[in-house]
Every structure is written in structure tokens, then in C-alpha cells.
């Protein structure tokens, strides 16, 4: 199982890099036959560009490409480069190519596909389909230079004529690879196929045509397909049922509980979800980038995810936000819904739960607190986060709040008088333009997690324009607590972003980047990018500190050179009948 998967893994990854890379290197356009109606319905997961030439001219076209084409970005550029060369040094002088040069050589439709076959073991096979188009001459020179490379090798090669095509089949015999699957590779016209199985070889070959029971016609496929996928210029799906039930299936075998597991996603309720996928696309219309996801769930939600039911609702900025905010993240929460979704679960395990932990919490005179009353009664709709930067931008600039609709601000008063006096809470408080500042000391908290929490101020609290406002900023939230100035909803910058949006969505989102950006670019060049990266690797995570090291500081150019080509972006999400849908997208620049 390790093995195989492992083989498919790799065979993920080029596929990924060869459709990233390609990207970058010149091609012609020729288009191959739509693998994805030649491929069983049991297909797990796909990824296709349908044109990598016009792929690989949006990306130029667009902001990120004009920067890495940029003059200025020249220094850079080549030492990158070259270390990558270095990096690649005994590829090439095994296969003549370098990594880069590996990588362009798909020059029309890239495919990969991981399918599920019952009558194998393990059930999983990758596919790669690549059209060399201009270059099947390179292609099949190194084709052929590594299958001589994998005879001297000592690896077991043979062929075989199927369907009047020559399918060459590579396996090691090294000890060490018993059990690791063949490589199979064959070509017909300029189309080069590899696969971690020939019986999945076959079986596409087998239907040039198309099959009536494909996977472009798997009921997950045609809804991503139909609500993401049209336009895209590079295309993503995954069978989540099948992956799930595959899941379960190997973790019964490996010894685990699978009833228990089944038990478990069905009380969470991504039993539900069918399927995802999504789309991207460059210089696409009005867009420098876009990228769009559906995880398609039919029906209506299931278990935990009933919590969280987000009616599409009208999302407009707060008047109380104020234009100079870096980002703006709001989303609609039916907190009603949630309650009764949270009751039903909570009696599934022990019923009335709810009811007997109220009476716990009742204070000494009798007075309890009624989540339903008290909590969730005069809570909104809407949850608000929003973040700035104070100047000069530093790694300590970024400051963020977080908003809580209030539907009846008196009563949350009340609510919130309870939760101080049960919890014995004693926070400072100070009134600002009319308002009651609540800050609760939370240094005692940098002690968790084995001192890696750093909070750098109090909680600061306050209950005023029909909100509840949380931050550890307090002269962020005194800033939102004033009255007057331009605020976000008015911005020319936001407006031409919600342009591009519906008037009621589930989720919204703004962002000015070029702050952010900046604090990115000023922890590169000090040096510090490495040591946060370093910070944050987990027990047996990747070492991403390695990333920040490939970058030379010294040959980072202004930042006024990456400010030309940066702009704002936003997305947004609806929840439907369904499933939830969201867009990501960034504005192309006037004149970057």
C-alpha cells in the first residue's frame, strides 16, 4: 500500500509542477481528445488544463508574470534560477534536461487522474496524459533515454503492441521495490501517457471515443463542472465519497474501527459532501487571477454541519468601518439555526444536557443563564473581522478586531453582566466617547503552549453600535469607536471589488495587499522570513524555513518594483441547496 501510494504520489506531484511550470515555458496549442470522457466514473480525483499554451499566456499577461518578467526582477530571477539549475544538475546529466526543462516539455492538454479499480490491489492508479505537441521529438527522446537508463539500471523492461500502440513497461527489481508498482508509458500521436498500471492504461485507450458511463458524466463532475468549471483555464475535481469510502475501507483493514468511523462522519455530516472542485483562471475578463471552488453537497445539511447554515444575506460594510482597513472579512451565521442544531447533537449523547448545564451555571442567588434566552436570543446574524496595519509596518504592525452582530444590544448587556458575575471576572473598565471599554488581562495566557502564545495587550471588550467588538489592539478599537471619517463601504477600492459581487452572499471578503506584502517583503530582506518559517514547523512537518533560504535578500529589488504589480483583491461564498460555492479573485491593475 505504501509503495503504491507513494508512486502515485509522485506521479501527483509532476503532474502538478508540469502544469505550473509549463506555464512559464513556450509551446504551440495542440489539443488532445478529453481524457476525462475516457476514464471510468470510478475516477477519484482529475486535474487537466485544457490548453497550456493559452495557460501559460494569461500567466504572462498577468500582474505575476509582468513581475517576474520585470528587468528589475533580473538578479533575482537568475540566482533563483541558477540554484534550481544546481539542483537539478544530476537530472540532467542523466537526461540531458534539467528540471525546467522537464517540465515545459507538455505543450497542449495536461492530465493527471488517480482512478479506483476493485480488482486491484491496492484499489488506486495514477494516470499523466501530456500532448508534446511541438516538442514530441524531445519527448520521446527522453522516454526513450530513460527506459535505457532503467535497463542499466537492472529494472525489467518489456513491451507489448495494444491497440496498435507500443506499451513500454518499466519494474525495478531491486529488492528494496518489490513491491512498488511499474511505470507504463506509451504514445499516440503527440499524446504521451504514463501509468502506475497498465490494466488503467488500457482501459482509456480502449475508449478513444468516450464511454457512456465516464467520468465527465459522474453526477459530482457536471455539478462542479457546471458551476466552476466552464471558463476555467485549468480545471481540479475530487470524488469525495469515494476517497471518503476508501478511507474507511483501508482503515478497516489496517486494523481500525470502520463502523465507528462511518458512525463518526455521519454524526458530523460529511457523509453529505459528494464531491470538490474548482477552477482557475488569469487575465480572465476584468480579473488578473480568479480561482473558484464548489464542494458540492446536495440536500439539506447533515450532523455538525447543520451548525453552520449561512443564508446568503446582504453583507455591505459596516458604516463603522473605516476606509483605511487592510482587510474586511464578513460572514452570515444563522446563530438560531446553529442552537437547535447544537441542542438536537448535544441530546444524541445525553439528552438534556443543555438544561442541566444551565442549572450548574446559576449563580448564588438563584439567577441562571439560558443559552437559548440569554446567548443565542439577542446575538445577530453576522460575524465581522477586520485588520489594519499601523506605521511604520513592522512584524508587530498587523492589528485585527473582531465584530459580533448584536439584534437587541440591551439584552446582550444583560447577558454579558451575567457571564462577568459567574465567572467572577474582574476586567478594567474605562468609558471612551460614551462607550464602557471592558480590557481583561490575559498575560498569564503566554505561559501556554509551552510560551509560544504571545499576546501583546488585554482583551479589550466593548458593546456599542450593535456589535460586540473583541481585539487585543485597544487603540484599534477606540479607532472604530469614534465617529466620523470616510468609511470602507464608500472606498473606491472597495466598491470596484464589490462590483464583481451579488448583493446577498454568505461570505464576503476585501483585501489591500500592499501592506501585507510589504511586511512579507521586510521579513525577507532582514532575514527573519527563515526564522518565523522555522517557528512554526511542527514535531514532523516540513522544514519551510529551507524556502525563505533559497531567496537572496541582497538581490531583492525596491519594493516599489512588486508595489506596481499588486492590487486588490476580494471573493465571496453562497450557500445553497447545493453546496457552497466561493470566488477568489484579484482586480487587474490600470497601469502596473
Not at 509503495?3 to 506555464?23: D, E, I
Not at 513491491?179 to 482501459?203: E, F, G, I, R, S
Not at 452570515?332 to 447533537?345: C, H, M, P, V
Amino acid at each position: 500500500m505504501h509503495t503504491r501510494s507513494r508512486a502515485v504520489a509522485r506521479l501527483a506531484m509532476a503532474g502538478w509542477l508540469g502544469l505550473a511550470v509549463s506555464v512559464l515555458s513556450p509551446a504551440s496549442s495542440r489539443a488532445a481528445a478529453p481524457l476525462e470522457k475516457s476514464l471510468p466514473p470510478s475516477t477519484i480525483a482529475y486535474i487537466k488544463a485544457d490548453s497550456v499554451a493559452k495557460l501559460r499566456a494569461a500567466f504572462r499577461s498577468s500582474q505575476l508574470g509582468q513581475l517576474w518578467a520585470d528587468p528589475a526582477m533580473k538578479p533575482l530571477k537568475d540566482d533563483i534560477l541558477g540554484k534550481l539549475d544546481e539542483a537539478s544538475k544530476d537530472a540532467k546529466e542523466k537526461v540531458g534536461l534539467n528540471i525546467g526543462e522537464l517540465l515545459s516539455l507538455p505543450q497542449g492538454t495536461l492530465a493527471l487522474a488517480i482512478v479506483h479499480r476493485e480488482d486491484s490491489k491496492p484499489p488506486i492508479s495514477g494516470l499523466l496524459s501530456a500532448d508534446a505537441g511541438s516538442k514530441e521529438k524531445e519527448m520521446n527522446e527522453l522516454m526513450t533515454r530513460l527506459t535505457g537508463l532503467a535497463e542499466k539500471d537492472n529494472s525489467k523492461v518489456s513491451t507489448e503492441t495494444f491497440k496498435g500502440l507500443k506499451l513500454t513497461t518499466i519494474q525495478s527489481t531491486k529488492e528494496a521495490d518489490k513491491d512498488a508498482p511499474p511505470l507504463v508509458w506509451t504514445k499516440q500521436a503527440t499524446v504521451y501517457y504514463l501509468a502506475t498500471d497498465a490494466n488503467v492504461l488500457k482501459d482509456v485507450l480502449s475508449h478513444p471515443d468516450g464511454r457512456e458511463d465516464s467520468l465527465a458524466t459522474n453526477e459530482g463532475y457536471v455539478a462542479i463542472q457546471k458551476k466552476v468549471g466552464k471558463d476555467a483555464q485549468a480545471f481540479w475535481f475530487i470524488d469525495l465519497a469515494r476517497a471518503i469510502k476508501l478511507g474507511t475501507e483501508a482503515a478497516g483493514q489496517q486494523g481500525g474501527n470502520a463502523e465507528q468511523i462511518v458512525a463518526q462522519l455521519q454524526l458530523m455530516g460529511l457523509n453529505a459532501l459528494k464531491a470538490i472542485g474548482g477552477g482557475i483562471g488569469f487575465n480572465a475578463g476584468e480579473y488578473d487571477a480568479v480561482i473558484k471552488t464548489f464542494a458540492y453537497s446536495p440536500g439539506p445539511a447533515q450532523g455538525l454541519l447543520k451548525v453552520f447554515s449561512m443564508p446568503a444575506v446582504n453583507l455591505k460594510p459596516q458604516a463603522w468601518v473605516p476606509a483605511s482597513a487592510a482587510t474586511y472579512q464578513s460572514f452570515s451565521w444563522d446563530l438560531d439555526n446553529a442552537y437547535t442544531a447544537i441542542n438536537d447533537l448535544a441530546d444524541m449523547f445525553a439528552p438534556g444536557v443543555l438544561g442541566n448545564l444551565e442549572k450548574q451555571l446559576a449563580g448564588p442567588n438563584g439567577q441562571g443563564l439560558s443559552f437559548q434566552k440569554d446567548v443565542f436570543g439577542p446575538i445577530g446574524d453576522r460575524i465581522t473581522v477586520i485588520s489594519d496595519f499601523k506605521k511604520p509596518i513592522t512584524e508587530k504592525s498587523e492589528r485585527m478586531l473582531i465584530a459580533v452582530a448584536l439584534e437587541d444590544t440591551k439584552a446582550f448587556q444583560n447577558t454579558f453582566n451575567k457571564v462577568l458575575a459567574l465567572a467572577k471576572a474582574s476586567p478594567k473598565k474605562r468609558e471612551f466617547q460614551g462607550t464602557t471599554i471592558y480590557d481583561f488581562d490575559l498575560s498569564g495566557l503566554g505561559d501556554m503552549g509551552g510560551g509560544n502564545l504571545k499576546i501583546d495587550g488585554p482583551l479589550s471588550v466593548a458593546i456599542a453600535k450593535e456589535s460586540l467588538f473583541l481585539t487585543t489592539q485597544p487603540s484599534l478599537l477606540e479607532q472604530f469607536l469614534r465617529s466620523g471619517g470616510s468609511s470602507l463601504a464608500d472606498s473606491p477600492e472597495y466598491q470596484a471589488i464589490a462590483k464583481q459581487m451579488p448583493e446577498k452572499c454568505s461570505t464576503v471578503a476585501y483585501e489591500r495587499p500592499e501592506e501585507s506584502a510589504r511586511l512579507l517583503y521586510d521579513m525577507v530582506k532582514s532575514g527573519n522570513l527563515g526564522k518565523t518559517l522555522e517557528a512554526t514547523k511542527g514535531a514532523n512537518g516540513p522544514d519551510l524555513s529551507k524556502v525563505a533560504a533559497a531567496i537572496d535578500p541582497n538581490k531583492l529589488p525596491e519594493f516599489s518594483v512588486f508595489a506596481k504589480y499588486i492590487s486588490a483583491g476580494g471573493g465571496y461564498s453562497i450557500m445553497d441547496e447545493d453546496g457552497f460555492t466561493m470566488y477568489q479573485f484579484s482586480l487587474k491593475k490600470a497601469a502596473p
